[in-house]
């Protein structure tokens, strides 16, 4: 029982991150507790770029633009959950590898508690919505690491 509320939370997770045209869901078709996600800037078809990032290698430099991208808002996202402001997120460097080799850089949410409930999956994509904001409006500033 306690799997299976954690099951829905999950998937009702992926269902808001789908209705904004700034995230795309990764793993849709996973009935597990993790979602995999990416985040895009505005102007991004998130409806097919994760067609064309893995398999069409035009889209490379793309693809490593829209990695730093997601890395640089999962920096900003830690940031503000440690400061107890956001929510905890995990990143993945390798979701998977495109057709050309490159890994995928992916956010991660993996639902534990049983008590997580439809608000709580709520404020994970208002979390996420207002971290993309504020990560646009903060253009050029580095929240992570260097990474060399």
Same mark, same amino acid.
């Given at each position: 029982m306690i799997i299976g509320h954690i099951v829905v939370m999950a998937q009702l997770l992926r269902e808001h991150l789908e209705s904004h045209a700034c995230t795309? $869901?990764?793993?849709?078709? @996973?009935?597990?507790?993790?979602?995999?996600?990416?985040? !895009?800037?505005d102007g $991004?078809?998130?409806?097919?770029?994760?067609?064309?990032?893995?398999?069409?290698?035009? !889209?490379?430099?793309?693809?490593?633009?829209? @990695?730093? !991208?997601?890395?640089?808002f999962f920096y900003f996202v830690h940031q503000e959950g440690m400061a107890g402001r956001g929510v905890m997120l995990s990143l993945t460097d390798c979701y998977r590898k495109t057709d050309y080799g490159e890994p995928i850089v992916a956010l991660k949410s993996f639902i534990l508690s049983p008590f997580?409930?439809?608000? @709580?999956?709520?404020m994970v994509v208002k979390k996420v919505l207002e971290a993309?904001? @504020?990560?646009?409006?903060?253009?050029?500033? &580095?929240?992570?690491? &260097?990474?060399?």
């Open positions: 795309t $869901v990764l793993n849709r078709d @996973n009935f597990g507790p993790v979602t995999l996600f990416r985040v !895009y800037p $991004v078809d998130t409806f097919h770029i994760k067609e064309k990032e893995m398999h069409d290698p035009a !889209y490379r430099d793309i693809l490593l633009q829209h @990695n730093e !991208y997601n890395r640089n997580a409930d439809k608000e @709580n999956m709520e993309r904001d @504020n990560l646009a409006s903060s253009k050029g500033k &580095s929240f992570g690491e &260097s990474r060399g």
